[in-house]
């Protein structure tokens, strides 16, 4: 059979086609999995690829404080389109390992899943995400420049910010009628409070010294890594002379407030709730857990003070990111599901989870929640670039070190 020139050609093009295809699904493969678990025993749900259908999207989520608010989801989500939302909570060890290795082999992957913004460039790296493209529901107009730069890699928006935890200070208005600009301002409301108010106090301020969402505020003035969006690996700036006098200022702290280390959050909430504190150090979920514990006390909420007029502060913000999985099994539903979840629903995120949407143009009923988002405005998030590694947890445990009265100068040398 005679097969002319234009013939042979397209068939050279399609086997071209077929073995590029081969060798990207190969690499995608290399590139993430390197464990032969099996990946489809989750903790909820029970997929499998026969129950699979185009009536059907799949999240994934490895915390367990989004239950309640996935199934606020999946009730409206069956509702409104007629497609049944299943939500699996995996754990959260070798999570993006996990999504490669069923998308690659087909069994039961993720249209979307959640993750927070530290693993962004591990994700694009690996081809595990779509870009977001929707610059209307996601702009500066609904999100603040910290859940849009959280969700932004190499200048593009690759993800849909979802919500966030910051810290912040939680003040008894019984004791004190402001919030703090300093924490000179709350040194000498300690120094000056008289025995009517004393003799109420164990602790003028307390939190949870060991956890860095609360912790990070007192180093983060003098440290960039990552440049604006965290995606530069070439931009890490420590200014060592800010910092020594940061954590010099902050080691001072223990010997005016003598917090334990082994303080828990727990805690910190039943002492404020019980008069016992005149402020906290406080996250996104304090407030919900002041107002479920105990409604007659009247509380206000505070931008994180600077250290004193000279030392500035810098909080923290962990952005959790929902993340469309272009290899999930009903990829046409993905970008709607991965929408909804974030900005559809996200009027329903307080009240299920009691953390924040990152949203900026919901009305809350509590006023107070408007001033959290404002610190989310002045907060910078973690890194998301390779090499930042696990430069959060080395942060956290040189803090740790300087509270217990460790060498300032040792601990910054371990942040280089």
């Known amino acids: 059979m005679k097969i002319d020139k234009k013939e042979l050609f397209g068939m050279l093009i399609a086997i071209g086609m077929m073995v590029l295809i ?90 979307v899943y959640i993750m927070d913004s530290t693993m962004l460039e591990k994700a694009v790296m690996a081809g595990l995400t779509r870009e977001n493209k929707d610059d209307v529901a996601f702009s500066d107009k609904t999100y603040s420049k910290t859940a849009l730069t959280a969700a932004t890699y190499k200048g593009h928006l690759q993800a849909y910010p979802m919500n966030f935890d910051t810290g ?15 924490f000179d301002d709350i040194i000498n409301f300690s120094n000056k409070m008289d025995e009517s108010v004393s003799g109420k106090i164990e602790n003028v301020l307390i939190w949870d010294v060991k956890d860095l969402i609360y912790n990070y505020g007192f180093a983060g003035g003098y440290i960039e890594f990552g440049g604006k969006n965290g995606d530069d690996s070439t931009v890490k700036n420590i200014s060592e002379d800010g910092l020594t006098k940061a954590l010099s200022y902050y080691a001072n702290l223990n010997q005016v407030f003598a917090v334990d280390i082994n303080t828990s959050y727990e805690s910190v909430i039943n002492k404020f709730v019980s008069g016992k504190s005149a402020y906290i ?76 949407s990152s949203r900026i143009d919901l009305e809350y009923e509590n006023e107070q929640l408007y001033m959290v988002l404002a610190q989310y405005d002045k907060s910078t998030n973690l890194p998301k670039v390779l090499e930042a590694g696990d430069f959060g947890a080395k942060l956290e445990v040189a803090l740790n070190m300087i509270w217990q009265g460790g060498d300032i100068n040792n601990a910054i040398s371990t942040l280089q």
Request: charged share 25%; glycine share 6%; aromatic share 12%.
């Open 22 to 111: 081969g060798i990207v699904t190969i690499l995608l493969g290399k590139s993430l999995t390197g464990k032969t678990e099996d990946y489809s025993k989750h903790t909820a749900g029970n997929l499998t690829e026969g129950n699979i259908s185009k009536n059907q999207v799949v999240v994934w989520y490895y915390d367990d404080e989004f239950t309640d608010y996935f199934k606020e989801c999946a009730q409206v989500y069956k509702d409104k389109y007629g497609i049944s939302l299943q939500y699996v909570n995996v754990r959260e060890e070798d999570y993006l390992e996990n999504i490669n290795k069923c998308s690659v082999e087909k069994e039961d992957a993720p249209d």
């Open 281 to 356: 150090i406080a996250k996104t979920d304090s407030i919900k857990a002041v107002e479920e514990n105990d409604g007659r006390i009247s509380y206000g909420v505070g931008l994180f003070p600077d250290l004193n007029t000279e030392i500035k502060s810098k909080t923290l913000a962990v952005t959790n990111l929902a993340v469309v999985n272009p290899y999930g099994n009903n990829g046409v539903e993905a970008d709607r599901l991965a929408k909804f979840i974030s900005y559809d629903m996200a009027h329903k995120m307080y009240e299920t989870t009691g953390k924040m």
């Open 168 to 182: 912040f200070i939680l003040y008894n208005k019984a004791y004190v009628p402001d919030s703090p600009s300093t």
